[in-house]
């Protein structure tokens, strides 16, 4: 009979556990266990980026949204959101303020949202990269066709984050609408993987209906996918959805993954994210203890901020970013680690040429 302590060092040594072995282990951890995790995935982590905490500055720059996923609070049936839209001139004096700041990665985050066409995505990725030269620009605006994808990459940007939110068919379809499929899902992922992107996946901890073996699944298909970042963050209700009464994902089970992602992708760019702040006051500081190395602070105007509300409670919607840098900054040093500036790209990752350069 293996002990936990003993699957914890197989997962660090082989990057995989048998489903029995998962299963184990996410069920049944006590807090030698957890301790043991932690340790190890923190030793991990600074094997390769040392103490460093990258900082990401986050741009939600549209909240009209096509979809009507059940989880969301800005799905398209959700009559009591107040839309809005940034223009390009808004976001580019979010970034400008972002780079004064030393952010040097600009994540921009919508709904599914057509107004903006492609060619328009490509021109404010053109135009961020003109402004902030040497920086990294993130995508985070759902699922487009590879043409899409191409278009935004040859336009400079440089990451893509797209959650399958669940591999497994069955529970996927209890969480999205039918036209939403996770064969389309992890199309896209695969067309940005090939495109030549850093490509973010992940899921909500604790969504409706998730099982053990759901998320026994996504860790398989991380595992095989090999992503460059995964964004994993409790679920939370928001009350003006049909999940509206179901229960939020839980600190322990959130820290648990963070743990286990790292050991499995050792590399990975993983952040601590706004949601598992919201559900604990120290959420962040836990998750970066847990082998987290990446926090995402919001660099949206504070009069746009909730009004872009994915979940109830969602924190740090009425500081401005040069508090929000402070406290942040803060949070990051309280656990022995330092925030750094810089693009922060996945360790060895070369960017394959524009096919405009070729
Ligand atoms: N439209 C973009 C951005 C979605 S918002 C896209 O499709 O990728 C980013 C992430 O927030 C989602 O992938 C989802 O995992 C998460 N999210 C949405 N609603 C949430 C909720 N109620 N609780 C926690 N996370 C949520």
Redesign the pocket.
Same mark, same amino acid.
């Given at each position: 009979m293996k002990t936990n302590i003993e699957r914890i060092d197989k997962l660090c040594e082989n990057r995989i556990l048998s489903r029995k072995d998962f299963a184990i282990l996410l069920t049944s951890m006590d807090n030698e266990d957890e301790e043991h995790l932690f340790k190890t995935a923190r030793a991990v982590r600074e094997k390769y980026y040392g103490k460093k905490v990258f900082l990401r500055g986050l741009i939600e720059f549209t909240n009209y949204?096509k979809?009507d996923?059940y989880?969301? #609070?800005i799905r398209r049936g959700n009559k009591n959101v107040v839309r809005y839209r940034l223009s390009d001139e808004e976001i580019f004096d979010c970034c400008d303020n972002g780079y004064k700041l030393s952010f040097r990665t600009f994540v921009l985050?919508? &709904?599914?949202d057509m107004f903006y066409s492609d060619e328009h995505i490509a021109r404010i990725v053109e135009g961020i990269k003109k402004r902030c030269p040497d920086s990294a620009v993130t995508l985070?605006?759902?699922?487009r066709s590879r043409k899409s994808y191409q278009t935004f990459f040859d336009a400079g940007a440089d990451r893509y984050?797209?959650?399958q939110?669940t591999s497994d068919p069955s529970h996927y379809a209890k969480l999205h609408p039918k036209e939403l499929t996770i064969e389309t899902r992890k199309r896209c992922l695969d067309d940005l993987k090939d495109i030549g992107f850093q490509v973010g996946c #992940? /899921?909500?901890v604790g969504s409706p209906y998730q099982t053990v073996d759901n998320i026994i699944d996504d860790l398989f298909y991380m595992h095989d996918f090999e992503p460059h970042m995964v #964004?994993i &963050? =409790?679920? /939370? =209700?928001?009350s003006d959805?049909p999940?509206r009464d179901k229960k939020a994902g839980t600190l322990a089970d959130t820290l648990h993954l963070l743990g286990i992602i790292r050991l499995m992708l050792p590399k990975v760019l993983l952040p601590a994210t706004t949601?598992l702040g919201t559900i604990h006051p120290t959420g962040r500081e836990m998750g970066l203890s847990a082998g987290a190395n990446v926090v995402m602070p919001n660099l949206s105007p504070t009069g746009v901020r909730e009004k872009y509300t994915?979940?109830d409670g969602k924190i740090c919607v009425g500081d401005e970013i040069n508090n929000c840098l402070l406290c942040l900054e803060q949070r990051i040093k309280s656990v022995g680690y330092i925030p750094t500036a810089g693009r922060g790209d996945f360790i060895g990752f070369k960017r394959k040429q524009n096919l405009t350069d070729i």
């Open positions: 949204c979809n996923c989880y969301c #609070g985050q919508g &709904g599914e985070s605006v759902g699922e984050l797209l959650r939110e #992940g /899921i909500m #964004g &963050g =409790p679920f /939370i =209700p928001h959805t999940f949601a994915l979940y």
